[in-house]
Nanobody, 117 residues
Framework: QVQLVESGGGLVQPGGSLRLSCAASASISSFASVGWYRQAPGMQRDLVATITINGRTNYADSVKGRFTISRDTGKRTVSLQMNSLKPEDTAVYFC???????????WGQGTQVTVST
């Protein structure tokens, strides 16, 4: 069973930065893609950013130019650098991985990000 464990969430003021990390129990290379989703209270879970096994990245329009996704295959981690944070970025952020041969979706437990004064 694949496990994904997120860390790095917290409270930050508008305009600030946070870096989220996701540690995977399996090789990053075993996933077709890895990425981050977020869910605000009462809202659906939405894509934030993904990176494929080939290194192709995809970002939600709302975070382009502010967030950067990266991976470290040796450390089995996926990170999300979030800059110029806005109150509307407040949500629970979930790490996601899609199995390369199975297409099974795996989720972490989520980490809270709150952007507020």
């Amino acid at each position: 069973q694949v496990q994904l464990v997120e860390s790095g969430g917290g409270l930050v003021q508008p305009g600030g930065s946070l870096r989220l990390s996701c540690a995977a129990s399996a090789s990053i290379s075993s996933f077709a893609s890895v990425g981050w989703y977020r869910q605000a209270p009462g809202m659906q879970r939405d894509l934030v950013a993904t990176i494929t096994i080939n290194g192709r990245t995809n970002y939600a329009d709302s975070v382009k130019g502010r967030f950067t996704i990266s991976r470290d295959t040796g450390k089995r981690t996926v990170s999300l650098q979030m800059n110029s944070l806005k109150p509307e970025d407040t949500a629970v952020y979930f790490c996601n991985a899609v199995g390369y041969t199975t297409s099974i979706r795996y989720w972490g437990q989520g980490t809270q990000v709150t952007v507020s004064t």
